[in-house]
């Protein structure tokens, strides 16, 4: 099949331990940047001690699982890292930069067309979401991804794709299909199907099962009373992290899922005692508040009103979701595109928790709504709602201020 799914099946036979602590050195946090629990945090967030959190972070941002494996061994993208992507190339696929570890004045000093500055921003361990080795004569001996490579952002206040970091706020600017294709070991076909999914998009299945029908990276913020994770609801959170870590990243650790026929197995393995901190961090990340003067906020109390009429049967109290109950929604339901749901266990779409809207367009799971009066439009086409222009622009409104 696809030589994705060789390598991981590669990955799981090589049982190669990975200095992991090499590339994990050196990062600290100051208390001021320290993440805190959830204030609504239900029981379970409030098991998750500080400490707890903090380690998540480190993981979220830092841990590579001994994903190099696959994206140095296998696909070889630290010696196209290395050679041919300069800065300006770098954030034009969408990596970003995390300003706080960088020296004062150095941006003013560098070549943003050299690659020798990628390299250098790595070994600094500026970029985010990737973790690099660099060797005495500036070589990058080995790469791997981490969570924060798809699920942050920064804030741009040096520049566009520089900043601080935003934990939780996905990355809509990456292409991650056309950093895969960079990979001088795949195919012309393969290259030509991850560089199609285009900006802010990713198919956490392509690898397993051949097909291609990318979904929007999601936000992992404001889900601490969300029982199971995904568009579709696959399980609950770690059991998506372990997915994503071991059949995505190439994290050198244990998944298997009996409805998807996969069985990965490494010893040791590096990703499972790292779940329960991994989820207390991400049951930490609030959704972001909307700016402040954003929202219209007569409008939005109207609109609450529309909401819960004809939305809050399944979008529980605006935030929550009726998949905490267990339900799930056939595609024709809400009038979405079904060929990814049918590619996964349950068939159906989970109703996705509202949360920080503002702050993700576009929307739905394959991004088919840009904006929020796309959404509100499609819902009054599909469900026949017969809400009159101004109903909807409150209903806009008040989806702003989640
Ligand atoms: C290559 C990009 C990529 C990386 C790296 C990645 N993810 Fe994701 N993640 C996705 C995509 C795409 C989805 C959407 C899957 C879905 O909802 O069906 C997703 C979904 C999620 C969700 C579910 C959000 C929701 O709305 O329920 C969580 C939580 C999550 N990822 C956490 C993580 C963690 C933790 C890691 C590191 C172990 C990680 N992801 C690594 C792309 C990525
Ligand atoms: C029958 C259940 C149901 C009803 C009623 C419903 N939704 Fe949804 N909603 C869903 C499902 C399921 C999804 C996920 C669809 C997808 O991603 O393909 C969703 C997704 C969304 C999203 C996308 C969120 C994101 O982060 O991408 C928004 C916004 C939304 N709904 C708003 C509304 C509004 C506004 C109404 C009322 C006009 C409404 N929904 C009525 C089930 C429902």
Redesign the pocket.
Known sequence: MAIERRLVKAASVFSVVIAATALTACHTTTAAESPRPAATGESLARQESAAQITEGQR??RF?T?GDEKLWTDTLHLNEVVEKSVDPTTALKVGLKVDSDVLPAGILQKVDLKSPATTVALLKMNAVV?LQATVDANNHITRLG???????SNVDNSVMAGIGKRKDGW?NRD?N?GAIIALSPALPADKKAVYNSWGPG????RYNQDGKST???????YG?AQ?K???????GP?SY???Y??VT??G?QGNFSDKRLGIDVKHSPDL?TSKLPA??AY?HSLAAPAPPAGSVDAAGAQRGRTVFDRTCASCHVGGSGTDNNDGKLHPPAETGMDGA?AAR?ANKAY?T??LRGLWQHAPYF?DGSAATLADVVTHYNRVRKLGLTAEQQSDLVEYLKSL
């Open positions: 993981v979220f841990e699982f979401g991804v981490t969570c924060a490579l798809c699920h996905p990456l991650v998009k990713y198919d956490p990318p979904l929007m990276l999601p936000p992992p889900l969300i199971n994770e995904t568009y579709t609801a696959e959170i998506w992290n372990a994503v870590a995505q990243m994290g990703v991994l989820r991400q990814y996964t989970r996705t928790p799971h």
